[in-house]
């Protein structure tokens, strides 16, 4: 089932106890909310189209990324993701203690 958000949409592909393995597509010149999890590890994969991905503090690291490119989001650790002119498609693998209060937003 496929759940839009404001900056896109995401599809649950597996979803386990301790995994979830989701298709996630970033609409043009959007974001994600900046935050972190507790609890659980993610890694992502991206797909299709560039942008930008903040892990940790905001200001201080942020990379452009591409199709092909995967990063891991450690327990506890800020993220957000970013695009310019084209969609992005990611892969998210989450492991862990998967619960949906262990979410924290620090961002819209």
Do not use: F
């Amino acid at each position: 089932m496929r759940i839009e958000r404001q900056w896109g949409w995401y599809e649950t592909l597996l979803e386990e106890p301790k995994l979830v393995i989701r298709r996630i597509c970033l609409n043009p010149e959007s974001c994600t909310p900046l935050k972190y999890e507790t609890h659980v590890t993610k890694y992502w994969t991206l797909i299709e189209g560039s942008g930008s991905v903040c892990l940790g503090k905001p200001d201080k690291s942020t990379w452009r990324t591409a199709a092909g490119s995967t990063w891991k989001v450690h327990d506890k650790m800020m993220h957000q993701l970013a695009t310019e002119k084209e969609a992005l498609l990611i892969i998210e693998v989450i492991c862990g203690n998967i619960a949906e209060n262990n979410t924290v937003v620090l961002e819209v």
